[in-house]
């Protein structure tokens, strides 16, 4: 067995741990705490880790205007007032695109001679500033990844991520109370993407043993928890406990193995039919464990999911989402630009060697669910 896994977050948990970690000035006396603009409405994590910074007399630049999808200007523009602050670390607070927006101006900030063209080229050595990472929902796996995804706009606006060796937090503060401010949608959505991202990375080329012991113990934290919260079963607390661990999990299996054509192949969904990312990945990941099921025994993966058969996992999840999110009907038109795109992608990073025209296929099959 061979392994190499590099994952030098160091992650605490758990209810009240940002008023309780007291490590915060061991980073500097200056820090920048980036996140979105509702973060003041949301939920006490904002105050709380104001309120952190100050019981350890740290002062504090608050940037409270992270996009959703953000941009390489918006990057630039934060950087520039990170370092007019003078701050030594960075604290990025939110879901996935606050925390990449944190990590990708930690990027920029140490690095004069970047610019926005030049950014997705920096070397893989270059320093960062200190990040700490604090999430507020539970699927991104942001807080255990070094990659930052940020949007170049256009008729087609492309992703592409930053990052570098020493890009990955140093530390992600866990508590699963901040999750609770997520409307219903957003927390089916987000557990979904947990699941892509175990799922994903189990089946991959990249990963090893690593992706898929953490993919399977992430599977069975998430999908029990994410059924008993659409069912409104159990205690929530601990479902939502249980969605953010799981969300760590899956985040620490694509660390290692990477995301395949769910992720890829939703990436068109999600920006050209303004769809949240978990939906859009998700509506592809039965048909995933499907193909993948023609070629490699996919027992474990059924059994950490509690269910019996691939046709059974298709069948929950397809409901389970259709009770959120209506897919879109894609033309063949459609289908073919977008496979086309697909190609160019991540897709094949799986045993299945998938041609431009099994993507139409796979774009069509699910544009199919839409019409049952
Ligand atoms: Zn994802």
């Not at 990955?168 to 997520?182: I, P």
Request: charged residues 20%.
């Amino acid at each position: 067995m061979k392994y190499s896994v590099y994952s030098p977050t160091e992650i605490y948990s758990g209810a009240g741990c940002v008023l309780s970690f007291g490590k915060f000035s061991e980073y500097g006396k200056k820090c920048a705490v980036i996140t979105g603009k509702n973060m003041y409405k949301k939920n006490s994590v904002l105050s709380d880790t104001l309120k952190a910074l100050e019981n350890e007399n740290i002062s504090c630049l608050t940037i409270a205007e992270a996009e959703n999808n953000p941009s390489v200007k918006s990057v630039f523009d934060f950087s520039n007032r990170v370092k007019e602050f003078g701050a030594e670390f960075i604290i990025g607070i939110g879901g996935g695109s606050s925390m990449d927006t944190a990590k990708a101006v930690a990027i920029v900030a140490a690095n004069d001679y970047l610019t926005e063209d030049t950014v997705f080229s920096v070397p893989s050595d270059a320093e960062t500033l200190p990040v700490i990472l604090i999430g507020t929902t539970a699927g991104t796996g942001s807080e255990v990844m070094p990659s930052a995804v940020l949007t170049i706009p256009g008729d087609i606006p492309i992703k592409k991520s930053v990052k570098t060796k020493k890009s990955y937090a140093k530390v992600a503060l866990c508590d699963f109370t901040y999750t609770s401010s997520m409307p219903d949608n957003i927390t089916v959505s987000t557990a979904l993407d947990s699941v892509c991202h175990a799922i994903e990375a189990i089946y991959s080329k990249r990963g090893g043993e690593w992706s898929d012991i953490y993919g399977h113990a992430a599977l069975k934290k998430v999908i029990p928890a994410l059924f008993d919260f659409v069912e409104n079963k159990g205690k929530i607390e601990s479902i939502r406990e249980d969605l953010y661990f799981g969300s760590i999990l899956a985040g620490l299996a694509i660390n290692d193995g990477g995301t395949s054509f769910p992720h890829s192949m939703g990436y068109m969904i999600t920006t050209m039919h303004d769809t949240a990312h978990g939906f859009a990945c998700a509506v592809f990941i039965g048909q995933f464990l499907e193909r993948v099921s023609k070629i490699s025994d996919v027992s474990e993966t059924l059994r950490a999911c509690g269910m019996s058969s691939v046709d059974e996992f298709k069948n929950k999840i397809d409901l389970l989402i259709s009770k959120y999110y209506t897919r879109p009907e894609l033309t063949s038109e459609q289908a073919k630009k977008y496979a086309e795109l697909a190609m160019k992608m991540n897709v094949n990073n799986n045993y299945l060697e998938l041609t431009q025209e099994n993507c139409e296929d796979i774009y069509l099959e699910m544009s199919r669910g839409a019409c049952k």
